[in-house]
C-alpha cells in the first residue's frame, strides 16, 4: 500500500519560514520524481515545486528565491522548505510522486500564513 505522509504546516505570520516534509512508504522512491503542489481557496491546485530522481529541482514562479525543494532518497522523504512567507501562500500542500504517470498524492497539511 503506497503512502505519502506530510507534515510541518501551520500557522505562520507573513515573513515566517515552514518546512514542510512527506514521508513515503509502499514505493521504491528514488525511482519517483517527487514534487510539492499547492490548492489555495477556491482555486485549482497548481505546482509549487519538483525535484527529479536526479536531485534537479524545479520551481514555480511564484516560489523562486524563497522555496527550496529537497529529497533524502535513504529517508524516502522528501522537503519543502518556504521562507519568506506570504498571505497568497496559504492553502493546502500536497506531495506527489509521480514514475512516468503513475502517480501518487499525499492528504496534504494545511500552510496558514496570517498576521
Known amino acids: 500500500q503506497v503512502q505519502l505522509v506530510e507534515s510541518g504546516g501551520g500557522l505562520v505570520q507573513p515573513g515566517g519560514s515552514l518546512r514542510l516534509s512527506c514521508e513515503s512508504s509502499g514505493i521504491i522512491f528514488s525511482w519517483y520524481i517527487m514534487g510539492w503542489y499547492r490548492q489555495a481557496p477556491g482555486k485549482q491546485r497548481e505546482l509549487v515545486a519538483n525535484i527529479t530522481l536526479g536531485s534537479v529541482a524545479n520551481y514555480a514562479d511564484s516560489g523562486k528565491g524563497r522555496f527550496t525543494i529537497s529529497r533524502d532518497n535513504a529517508k524516502n522523504t522528501v522537503f519543502l522548505q518556504m521562507n519568506s512567507l506570504k498571505v497568497e501562500d496559504t492553502g493546502v500542500y500536497y506531495c506527489?510522486?509521480?514514475?512516468?504517470?503513475?502517480?501518487?498524492w499525499g492528504q496534504g497539511t494545511q500552510v496558514t500564513v496570517s498576521s
Open positions: 506527489h510522486a509521480d514514475l512516468r504517470g503513475l502517480a501518487y
